[in-house]
């Protein structure tokens, strides 16, 4: 009865070792030239597990299943963004990507064995519900969730619209878990959203960053300076709660406003992820002052933009400090339509500036109770009421913009 066992130990040993050899001899080669192969007592430890795993757990696995689990822990172990897809959500990512799915709408990371909000996509199911940066979701639909696959948790999230889905959140202030129920919805992001707030003041939202957010940002800022009677003399740019989305995207928001300089650079192992991203001449809206709202929920292509106008003096950071995600992922195929979302950079502001895990700190704090994204400011009533007296956040840049030069300059310099 040993035979079978021992036959299946020994082709696991042989798969891995071919494994190995085929990756250190071949991709790796042009790399790290030096690279050796995985050691036998390695390979035989995978092949030792996977063998008592086939024969003494409580529920049959089949060997493709296992694999899968392999690979999956192999990848996401690294970092909180790395992870595999497979086909499915291959696609899902795309459709992500694309800003156009349905789901709840939200962006979530594995930290430290934690799903964790990033940020609520405004305007989604998760957003009206109350999801909040920095909730850890410990349950999905009554079931602890399998903190070793982000993506197993990211497919119970979605789903069909109309739907419903139960989460249990918990929240650093709350002494237990909160429950939401949750209808799912298509979510379709509209990543730019822009109004006058004062005469010769603009306001612009970015939800995420998508193929068209650079786009859809120069037809806004245009659209606010036909619409005023005076030029813009000021620009409040809200980057709360925005998780970021396409490194691309987020380069050209940032060469939006900038006539020349560099945006943002990346070092990483190969050729390909190092790299320097320099802003174009010309700019939107060059003789208006910008002011950057960031919260906790601001991350990656957010920093990026919010780090590339500060470093040139184009800009302000008002609010509170950045989740720190200065990583860069590149999606990289593999066979049967499966790919492996791979860290594959760091990246760093023009000043040369690492953010990862540390954040962007602003140059005006703003206590926590008034940073936060659409918060209400103190004695506003209604949401009729204007935007810079509902939102404090606003209010606070608004004011900033319209002070005199020497206030201004204080501001920078205190937080400096």
Do not use: C
């Not at 650079?214 to 619409?227: H, K, M, N, P, S």
């Not at 020349?260 to 992820?273: D, K, N, P, Q, Y």
């Not at 002052?289 to 040139?312: C, K, M, P, T, W």
């Amino acid at each position: 009865m040993k035979r079978p066992q021992t036959t299946f130990m020994m082709l696991v040993i042989g798969a891995a070792l071919g494994f190995a050899l085929a990756v250190s001899g071949g991709v790796l080669a042009q790399r790290e030239p030096a690279a050796k192969a995985l050691p036998w007592e390695d390979a035989r430890l995978l092949a030792e597990v996977i063998a008592r795993i086939r024969s003494e757990y409580v529920d049959p696995v089949g060997d493709h299943e296992l694999m899968q689990q392999a690979v999956r822990g192999m990848v996401s172990g690294l970092d909180a963004h790395s992870t595999f897809l497979d086909e499915g959500e291959v696609e899902d990512l795309r459709i992500a990507t694309e800003g156009n799915y349905s789901g709840i709408g939200i962006e979530v990371s594995y930290e430290s064995g934690r799903i964790v909000v990033v940020a609520p996509i405004e305007g989604s199911p998760a957003d009206r519900a109350g999801l909040r940066s920095g909730d850890v979701i410990v349950e999905i639909d009554g079931r602890k969730v399998d903190t070793r696959s982000l993506a197993d948790a990211i497919g119970r999230m979605r789903g069909e619209p109309g739907t419903v889905v139960r989460l249990a959140v918990e929240r650093e202030e709350e002494a237990g878990p909160l429950e939401f129920t949750i209808g799912r919805a298509h979510v379709e992001v509209v990543s730019v959203r822009a109004q006058l707030i004062s005469p010769g003041y603009g306001y612009v939202r970015l939800a995420q960053f998508s193929g068209n957010t650079a786009t859809e940002l120069e037809a806004a800022v245009t659209a606010l300076q036909r619409g005023g009677s005076e030029a813009l003399e000021g620009l409040v740019l809200d980057l709360r709660g925005n998780p970021g989305g396409v490194l691309e995207a987020g380069v050209a928001v940032a060469d939006a406003f900038l006539d020349r300089g560099l945006i943002v650079s990346a070092e990483g192992r190969t050729r390909e992820a190092r790299f320097r991203m320099e802003a174009t001449p010309g700019q939107l809206a060059p003789a208006a002052r910008i002011a950057v709202l960031v919260d906790g929920g601001s991350a990656s292509a957010s920093e990026i933009v919010a780090g590339a106008l500060r470093d040139h003096g184009r800009a302000v950071l008002i609010g509170r400090q950045t989740y720190g995600k200065g990583s860069v992922q590149t999606v990289l195929p593999l066979s049967a339509g499966q790919a492996i979302k791979l860290t594959t950079s760091r990246y760093y502001t023009p000043s040369g500036a690492s953010i990862h895990e540390k954040g962007l700190r602003p140059d005006i704090e703003l206590a926590e109770d008034a940073a936060g994204a659409r918060r209400p400011a103190a004695g506003a009533t209604t949401r009729d009421a204007p935007l810079a007296e509902r939102d404090e956040g606003v209010r606070v840049a608004l004011d900033w913009l319209k002070g005199p030069a020497a206030v201004r300059m204080a501001g920078r310099g205190a937080a400096g």
